[in-house]
């Protein structure tokens, strides 16, 4: 039995279904696991889950303690202690940005979402947990480092 399962759910998960507007987490002693689907944002009754679906339910919401960038990862430190660490091609703006730009950041929310006010970037620290990377279009992309090009030409012209 998987150690984790055990100490929180008492029992090891063995199927997960949707149905109607709650998850139905079925467990090996027999006992299932209800969640209102409004917890878990990204699902509808509509779709159907991966056998290997996992969810992280947890007790305290975490809070980002601070954030450092560096040229290849977005390392971001928890109140806790613990730190999240995603490649930095997974966020466009930020690969694209300077070393200061990248490290101007600032916390929203209730230190849940890092805002890059340089960068026009916003990531929430939910977003990192599912691993995932930034959700802008590639043609959104490319417009903005067009916008960011012409505004430093011009800024150089000015000089």
Known sequence: MNTLASLYLGSEPVGVTVLND??????????????????????????????????????????????HVTERMLNVYLRD??????????????????????????????????HWPDLDEDIELTRLFEGGQSLESEQ???????SRQASSVATLAAD
């Open 22 to 67: 709650q998850l139905i987490v079925r467990l090996a002693d027999q006992r299932a696991l209800a969640l209102p689907l409004s917890l878990l944002s990204q699902l509808s009754s509509d779709q159907s889950l991966p056998t290997t679906t996992q969810f992280l339910l947890l007790r305290q919401p975490p809070a980002i303690a601070h954030v």
């Open 81 to 114: 202690g613990r730190m999240l660490a995603s490649p930095l091609a997974w966020f466009p703006r930020l690969m694209h940005g300077t070393p200061d730009e990248r490290n101007h950041y600032e916390l929203s929310g209730d230190n849940d979402v890092i």
């Open 140 to 146: 959104s992309i490319q417009r903005w480092l067009r």
